[in-house]
């Protein structure tokens, strides 16, 4: 189907029917999850009014319009986006990934990504192996995790990089570090957190923590370790362990795993609006600096701040570091000029 306004006027025999299986049976080149995108993207308008609801009866003599966007490329292009590059030879590239950056093209996301600005950097040298989409990733952080990240240039940098990774450290190559600022403070100042981890049955897109009861009925529910050292503990006028710094290190290395962990044993990371809702209150103990701090992260306060690994080709044992963003450090700041 072309590009642009499309108009789908229902008969009696549509009556009834969801507004989304309606369309798609119509438009015929479309799925209905496609549809479905496209009517929660706002792409549909009934009487001059956007429709966002898949689920809508659909009435006789209803005319939408259904505005069909122009094709994505399917291969990602190159962008000018500046990059914080740590490290880089004719095998891997480091960088220094900040907060709102997403690593790979996806839904909702086709440009301005990590891949985007390492196609530029880089041009053809990128990893194919992890599929056009995807070049050289081995690994990834979340959207709003800021820090250290390796890419492979070449593919036999990506097969020994993606080694070191699946092994999630057990052979002493791979070595990952994190800064967390979390709601409250731990009463050990160093634990391991072992729960595993699996999908949120009731949200898609999430994970939560699985019973060990249930691990063999559930498929998707994988082993997970995080260690975590408490560096630092934040007092309000209001509480004396409000907040508290803790270097997390990852024993495995499952998606969310230190915001579904953290969240687990009752000290979310500040700014984490899927694991933290519940402690979003907490904004209520904090003075006037450190809100407003707070208020300026938009984002979960968590940063990458090492990364060590064998050099996949040379063998070479590197480490890289990075210091806190400025937008954690004007966190930190706002905590210590409201205990002091």
């Given amino acids: 189907m072309h590009p642009g306004l499309h108009e789908i006027t229902f008969g009696a025999d549509d009556a009834g029917g969801r507004l989304d299986r309606a369309l798609a049976d119509r438009l015929g080149a479309f799925s209905r999850a496609r549809v479905k995108a496209l009517i929660k993207e706002g792409k549909v308008a009934l009487a001059g009014e956007v429709v966002t609801a898949p689920n809508r009866t659909v009435q006789p003599g209803e005319r939408y319009v259904v505005e069909v966007p122009e094709v994505e490329p399917a291969v990602p292009r190159g962008e000018n986006i500046p990059l914080a590059v740590l490290f880089e030879d004719a095998d891997l590239i480091v960088v220094d990934k900040p907060a709102g950056l997403v690593v790979h093209p996806a839904a909702g996301n086709w440009t301005g990504t990590l891949v985007n600005a390492l196609i530029a950097h880089c041009g053809d040298s990128l990893s194919g192996i992890g599929g056009v989409k995807r070049p050289g990733i081995v690994h990834r952080l979340d959207k709003d995790t800021s820090g250290v990240m390796v890419v492979a240039k070449s593919d036999r940098a990506h097969a020994g990089l993606?080694?070191?990774?699946?092994?999630?450290?057990?052979?002493?190559?791979?070595?990952?570090?994190?800064?967390?600022?979390?709601?409250?403070?731990?009463?050990?100042?160093?634990?391991?957190?072992?729960?595993?981890?699996?999908?949120?049955?009731?949200?898609?897109?999430?994970r939560a923590v699985v019973a060990r009861a249930a691990i063999e009925a559930r498929s998707d529910a994988r082993h997970a370790v995080t260690h975590y050292f408490c560096e630092r503990v934040f007092a309000t006028e209001r509480r004396a362990e409000a907040l508290a710094q803790l270097t997390c290190r990852l024993e495995t290395g499952r998606t969310h795993q230190i915001r579904v962990h953290l969240a687990h044993v009752g000290h979310p990371l500040l700014g984490d609006t899927v694991y933290g809702r519940g402690h979003a209150s907490g904004r209520g103990l904090l003075g006037e600096a450190a809100t407003a701090a707070f208020d300026a992260l938009g984002r979960q306060a968590l940063h990458a701040h090492e990364l060590g690994f064998e050099h996949p080709v040379d063998g070479r044992p590197l480490c890289f570091s990075s210091p806190l963003p400025d937008d954690l450090k004007e966190l930190v700041a706002g905590l210590q000029a409201d205990s002091s």
Avoid at 166 to 184: E, I, K, N, P, Q
């Fill in 162 to 206: 993606a080694a070191q990774f699946a092994s999630h450290g057990a052979d002493g190559r791979l070595t990952r570090a994190y800064t967390a600022f979390v709601w409250g403070a731990p009463e050990r100042a160093a634990g391991t957190i072992d729960v595993p981890i699996g999908r949120d049955p009731y949200h898609r897109t999430r």
